[in-house]
């Protein structure tokens, strides 16, 4: 049954991803969709982009723990 399949893009459509314009050192996060009620077949999206600090890009911004880049960065929402 086509419905209890694992979600893939071969039976999900994409609606955000990232390209060539993304900085690479950020992830998608979280996402909030939402129908706008004032117009038909409207939806909202608010992704938040996760922009990871680096000692390459931040070199002034020391993490608490020594090495502890990884988690440690911006969050950014935006309107999609």
Do not use: C, K
Request: aromatic share 16%.
């Amino acid at each position: 049954m086509d419905v209890l399949r694992f979600p893939s893009i071969e039976n999900l459509p994409v609606v955000l991803q990232a390209d060539a314009e993304d900085d690479p050192h950020s992830d998608i996060y979280y996402n909030a969709a939402t129908i706008y009620p004032w117009a038909q077949d409207i939806y909202l999206m608010f992704p938040t982009h996760f922009r990871h600090f680096s000692p390459q890009r931040n070199p002034f911004i020391r993490p608490r723990t020594p090495g502890g880049w990884e988690d440690f960065g911006m969050l950014e929402v935006q309107l999609a």
